[in-house]
């Protein structure tokens, strides 16, 4: 597995990650096996977040593998705070009561990144920061960033808060691409020329901030994988012909795909199958060429100017 490095924090980590969303619906030697199989294929960055699962992805993570200071140094663990029962909340004591949770439960002195879950309305970046510092200071949390965050947004953050923002999580995947429709539509009349997102790929790459795709495999938002789903049998068609060629799964040149942007994104996969991340992993070992991108974007059914 290639390893790239996370905005300009010097932290290396695999090119594809291991979302543990749904780790709370797995038995500890199911979890163990899942955590195993993705160390032994050069996955070594694992995601959370303190909701997944009530908590209890983090729990039964921990509890899988005898969390202890050597199989804890093989990792790269992020989490994320944020969301509360119907709203959000940035406020200092929610950020830090957060971070304490998930350490308990992940059953480690420190996590090394930790995210911003969803924008809050109501976010004081000077409450933000003080949290950020105290993490910082205590040693409890190493890097930081944001999920689904626009530039202004980063911006206002950056205004107080000390510390680099390396990562920032968005949806993205070959049916869900309006980071790039904007940037390929420019000066057009139609909806795909429309900024949405203040233009977070460009400002990403300019400020070395690493995008972290979530939902690879969705349509929409959380409508449904579009591998092997009926409702895209073109597409099915041009993955399965490009898995041929290269010798993967389907899902491989999904995410794939998704490597091939200059962008240096690290794609957050989140199956519990270890065969199926068996196939997944194999992304890192191929590159498509820039026509077979464009080809793959358009069957998808993007169109170029």
Request: with cysteine; proline share 4%.
């Amino acid at each position: 597995m290639k390893k790239l490095q996370l905005g300009n924090s010097g932290l290396q980590a695999s090119e594809i990650a291991l979302g543990c969303m749904r780790m709370n619906n797995l038995s500890k030697q199911e979890a163990n096996r899942v955590i195993e199989n993705a160390l032994d294929l050069g996955i070594d960055m694992f995601d959370h977040a303190d909701i997944y699962g009530a908590g209890t992805s983090e729990e039964i993570f921990a509890d899988a593998i005898n969390m202890n200071p050597s199989i804890r140094e093989k990792m790269v663990i992020q989490t994320k705070c944020g969301i509360r029962q119907g709203f959000f909340d940035f406020s200092k004591e929610h950020i830090v009561s957060s971070v304490e949770g998930s350490l308990k439960r992940l059953k480690t002195d420190y996590v090394d990144i930790l995210l911003l879950h969803r924008p809050d309305a109501l976010m004081e970046p000077e409450e933000v920061a003080e949290a950020f510092n105290e993490l910082k200071r205590s040693g409890k949390v190493r890097h930081f960033g944001v999920s689904n965050h626009n530039p202004t947004q980063i911006e206002l953050l950056k205004q107080h808060v000390e510390q680099d923002l390396i990562i920032n999580q968005l949806q993205f995947s070959m049916m869900f691409t309006p980071m790039v429709d904007a940037g390929l539509n420019v000066n057009m009349e139609q909806d795909p020329a429309i900024v949405r997102d203040g233009a977070v790929l460009d400002y990403s790459r300019l400020n070395n901030i690493t995008i972290q795709p979530w939902s690879p495999f969705q349509h929409g938002f959380f409508e449904g994988v579009f591998v092997d789903n009926k409702q895209f049998p073109v597409l099915n068609e041009k993955l399965q012909e490009y898995a041929d060629k290269k010798g993967v799964t389907k899902s491989a040149i999904a995410i794939a795909w998704i490597l091939r942007h200059p962008a240096n994104m690290q794609p957050i996969v989140g199956t519990m199958n270890p065969e199926r991340l068996q196939g997944i992993a194999k992304a890192s070992e191929i590159e498509l060429t820039r026509e077979e991108w464009y080809d793959l974007y358009r069957t998808a059914g993007n169109k170029l100017p």
